[in-house]
């Protein structure tokens, strides 16, 4: 019965599949003309219309028109504008090719983009330049994707260096990230200070943080969707950088030319091996590094079809030595002489897609793939005897914790004519999740051995998420537009299905040429959870599925605003309202830490409790001239409950922030030189500390008060850098340099609070400590491309 209303759903949008019948359309791919790559994100413009569309992620356009004589205006912001009039007698293929631009002092790029400012039906979404982001200063020099993401109004990074997402008041779980049609679960190195995806193998990058197309599910808060470089069509290229923390190479080049190609790129940290001779004979060690693979290799069997495989592999590893003995702290043949801890986290991801067109006006993407994530702890204790050459081992522990899923996907784009573009399609997704798994092997005095294994409670817990959508971008005048679509998924697991129905709607409303109001509203449903302790920042927090325990998360968003652009097109203004809500919020239990050994299952340690934000964005944005950049501002507030916690009180979310500023700033000094600086500032985060303490002897106790009852210090700092590049006969060189944190601000990366009692158990105030890390950190970086 339910596959039969779905069915009569998606059957609701075909009738306007025939209202294309006095209508012609033109479409086509556009391409790179040095590399033979497809573009995406072109615009494409019909001024006598007053209208547009864009190319999507695979370079495919396609638009109809009553018209029989047009003109088309197909820009890029990194190639030349091109201009085509057209005579159409039927539906008419164009494959349009464009040439880069060379960069002038009179017109410099703009990293970011919003798509399409007054034209665009959606809101609350940007595009990120790839090609400029390695001009902004980052921490140690290294260019991240995701610490450009976190300048934009209603984004936040977590503690600083952090490359992780929070987004109008939701949590990182609550994000879904993208790479090539696949989501990955841990898009960070190093602890969160670095994110999975390199820019030079990166060719488009979007953000949605709100009015969610139905295509997208699964998450409640962001969109954001990577798509890789294809690579070199026509040519061999490479590159090679070296900075401060790692080294990066990237090769790419045609298998056939014109017909097939690849591309592959690496980066490693070299801290180990750095560090390594310098900790040789210490009694402690540890060493840490991390690695990424990317790869894509893509085929053009005919004009209507093209084939993709991509590829990714990444790994952190953790390496922490002790040895007693160098401490001579041996006092007993069963205290460990020697304890050895390794710790491990990475994705990995696979995934297979045919492009198919059909007709002149459909465009069919089918996508087969895997992706996983993987983390493990595993802790050996050995010790030495006199007599006994070989150590002899005392305790080994262990922690793994994984998510699999196998994916199926069927996304399709029809033009229906010139006032309905429709999407819709079909996906499946099979999860294996095990939560946790701990196993102890511990010898006796008397040698022998023996093994507690602990699981959450299973070994793998598996489930089946199914969902259909549809969606029409109906153009009912040439100023109004609206996008309304429809989600139905379905999550297979036992004790139950969970199904869900999720309308989405946009509206742009264009006031005159250069001003369009828009508003939105969604809902969305996420099946799975991010269970988060708090304290060290190892990944080993938990991705849980919901089961018969434990609902879905749910959420609901309205957002509203204007766009404004000037004529000329240089200065761009965005102001937008939202308001959230969710519901089925996971939290830990106040008392999990102290319970969690005792508790077979995790669903025993948690509480759910929903939660509200709300807020108010500004984005002010120049796009040329030899000063380019742009203004984030966000004022918003987010807050949670939960039954049990905090008496059943609403209580500030730990990284809910008032204010929130962003100031970025790129000046071209001349074809070879460009500086650039960020300036952020944000009121401090909620913290728990206590109101008081008592001394009931011997023991102190302390009283917290309410759960994030206080705040950090505010948050400032001032980063700069140098970007100098010189064109060789036979490569380009670039050489970079920067200073994050320009004046030294210590920033707080952790507070905490401890007991202040005297010798005479005087009691006094708690003791607030304030934990910086970053001040005044140089970086450099040098890079060939050949």
């Not at 043949?333 to 801890?341: G, M």
């Not at 018969?548 to 968003?557: D, F, H, S, V």
């Not at 039954?643 to 922030?657: A, I, M, V």
């Not at 006094?764 to 970086?781: C, D, E, G």
Request: hydrophobic share 35%; net charge neutral.
């Amino acid at each position: 019965m339910r596959s039969l209303a779905l069915f009569l759903l998606l059957s609701g949008f075909c009738p306007t599949v025939h209202i294309y019948a006095q209508s012609l359309s033109v479409s086509g791919y556009v391409e790179d003309r040095l590399s033979g790559e497809r573009i995406p994100d072109v615009e494409i413009y019909f001024p006598d219309l007053e209208r547009g569309t864009i190319t999507n992620q695979y370079g495919f356009y396609s638009f109809a028109s009553a018209s029989t004589q047009i003109k088309l205006l197909v820009s890029h912001i990194a190639y030349e504008p091109q201009e085509f009039d057209l005579k159409l007698f039927q539906d008419t293929t164009l494959n349009i090719i464009l040439t880069p631009r060379e960069i002038s002092l009179s017109e410099v790029e703009v990293v970011v983009s919003p798509n399409r400012a007054v034209e665009n039906v959606y809101m609350s979404q940007h595009n990120i330049e790839i090609a400029q982001i390695e001009t902004l200063p980052m921490l140690l020099g290294e260019p991240d994707v995701q610490k450009v993401l976190q300048l934009l109004p209603g984004v936040q990074g977590g503690q600083e260096g952090s490359s992780g997402l929070y987004v109008r008041g939701g949590r990182a779980d609550q994000n879904l990230i993208l790479l090539d049609g696949l989501p990955l679960y841990n898009p960070s190195h190093l602890f969160g200070f670095f994110s999975v995806f390199p820019t030079q193998a990166m060719k488009s990058v979007k953000l949605f943080k709100g009015g969610f197309p139905a295509r997208y599910g699964g998450r409640l808060s962001s969109v954001v969707d990577y798509t890789m470089r294809e690579g070199n069509l026509k040519q061999y290229r490479g590159q090679a950088a070296l900075g401060i923390v790692s080294s990066r190479v990237l090769i790419e080049g045609p298998i056939k030319k014109e017909k097939a190609s690849f591309l592959l790129s690496g980066r490693r940290t070299f801290i180990d091996l750095f560090l390594r001779p310098f900790q040789k004979g210490n009694s402690e060690q540890d060493l840490i590094y991390f690695y990424d693979l990317h790869f894509k290799a893509n085929i053009i069997a005919s004009g209507r079809n093209r084939f993709y495989l991509s590829a990714y592999a990444g790994r952190d590893l953790f390496e922490y030595r002790y040895d007693s003995e160098k401490n001579q702290l041996n006092v007993s043949k069963f205290i460990p002489d020697r304890s050895e801890t390794d710790t491990g986290w990475g994705n990995r991801l696979l995934a297979l897609r045919w492009n198919h067109i059909i007709g002149d006006r459909t465009f069919v993407n089918v996508l087969a793939g895997m992706t996983s994530y993987h983390y493990a702890l595993e802790q050996h204790r050995t010790r030495s005897q006199p007599g006994i050459n070989e150590p002899i081992r005392v305790s080994e522990d262990s922690w793994n914790s994984a998510i699999l899923d196998r994916i199926v996907k069927v996304d399709a784009e029809h033009n229906a004519g010139s006032r309905h573009y429709l999407r819709f399609g079909l996906e499946g997704i099979w999860h294996r999740i095990q939560p946790g798994r701990t196993q102890r092997q511990t010898e006796t005095e008397s040698e022998e051995k023996a093994t507690v294994e602990q699981q959450f409670p299973t070994n793998h817990l598996k489930s089946r998420t199914i969902a259909a959508y549809a969606e029409d971008e109906i153009y009912l005048s040439r100023r109004f537009q609206i996008n309304v679509g429809l989600r139905a998924s379905g999550y297979l697991v036992d004790g139950g299905p969970y199904w869900s129905i999720e309308p989405r709607v946009s509206a742009n409303l264009r006031l005159s040429e250069h001003l369009a109001a828009k508003v939105s509203a969604v809902t969305m449903q996420q099946y799975i959870h991010l269970l988060t302790q708090g304290g060290a920042r190892l990944p080993n927090d938990l991705w849980v599925p919901s089961t018969e325990l434990i609902n879905p998360q749910r959420g609901q968003q309205i957002a509203m605003g204007l766009a404004w652009s000037v004529p000329s097109g240089r200065y761009e203004l965005y102001l937008e309202a939202y308001w959230r809500r969710m519901q089925n919020l996971l939290e830990y239990e106040t008392d999990a830490n102290t319970r969690s050994s005792a508790v077979l299952n995790w669903a025993d340690l948690v509480e759910e409790g929903n939660g509200q934000a709300a807020g108010l964005e500004i984005f002010a944005q120049k796009k040329t001239g030899r000063w380019t950049g742009w203004l984030g501002y966000t004022l918003g507030k987010a807050s949670r409950k939960f039954k049990n916690l905090n008496d059943g009180e609403s209580f500030p979310d730990g990284f809910d922030r008032r204010h929130d500023l962003s100031i970025v700033g790129r000046y071209r000094i001349n074809n070879q030189v460009e500086f650039s600086a960020t300036w952020v500032y944000g009121s401090g985060y909620p913290v728990w500390l206590p109101v008081g303490q008592y001394l009931i002897r011997p023991v102190i106790v302390v009283d917290f008060g309410p759960l994030n009852n206080s705040r950090a210090p505010d948050y400032h700092r001032l980063d700069v850098g140098f970007h100098f590049e010189k064109t060789l006969s036979w490569a380009t060189r670039t050489f970079s340099l920067g200073l994050y944190n320009l004046y030294g601000r210590k920033n707080p990366f952790y507070v905490y609070a401890y007991s202040n009692i005297d010798e005479y158990f005087y009691r006094r105030p708690p003791q607030v400590t304030k934990v910086s890390l970053f001040q005044w950190i140089p970086s450099l970086s040098y890079q060939l491309e050949f």
